[in-house]
């Protein structure tokens, strides 16, 4: 079945057929959950969260305004459950000693030494997402994996456009010295 486009489907459930939300859901719960991800680390977090984020939707659908992407406003949605989870839960702090000092930990049975590295690469950005803050997490989560610009990112999360980008870079410096303390620490070990 063709999907007619979320206008369509948001007309009908305010009509009173619930059963299109699922449409909805349907294609956007891959990135909600990538999102919620991103921002939290955590599957089964990000899957409840996820799944939180539509049951607000569906339940301020009225509210929906649609002067921007349904995509928009459900991922702010997203965002915000998101970022409001993390703050209550006041979640734990990784210590730099948590990450592997030898890239040998990365080494899967079946991957060479350029898939390795890769993954290990993959590894170290992965740590240090997870060190900085859930809101710059968000930001680079929107910004480099769902390859959204600034005006999306500051309809999504209320932050100014020239102050994403403040925030970016200063979560990209951030992520930069976790990653070179890592890399020392792993030159140490070797020697």
Request: with cysteine.
């Amino acid at each position: 079945m063709d999907y007619k486009g979320d206008i369509y489907y948001i007309e009908q459930i305010l009509a009173g057929n619930s059963n299109s939300f699922s449409y909805i859901v349907d294609r956007h719960k891959n990135k909600a959950y990538n999102l919620a991800f991103r921002i939290c680390g955590n599957h089964e977090e990000a899957e409840e969260l996820a799944q939180d984020s539509f049951v607000k939707a569906y339940r301020s659908l009225g509210g929906f305004k649609m002067k921007s992407s349904f995509a928009t406003w459900l991922y702010r949605i997203v965002y915000n459950t998101t970022i409001s989870h993390l703050r209550i839960k006041k979640k734990g702090v990784l210590s730099l000693e948590d990450f592997p000092a030898d890239a040998t930990d990365f080494i899967g049975s079946n991957t060479n030494e350029e898939e390795a590295e890769r993954e290990y690469r993959s590894s170290l950005v992965n740590f240090a997402l997870q060190k900085i803050t859930e809101e710059e997490r968000g930001l680079i989560s929107l910004y480099y994996y769902d390859e959204m610009s600034t005006d999306e990112i500051s309809d999504i999360t209320g932050i100014t456009k020239s102050n994403i980008k403040v925030k970016l870079f200063r979560a990209r410096q951030k992520m930069q010295e976790i990653i070179e303390k890592i890399e020392k620490k792993k030159l140490i070990y070797h020697e």
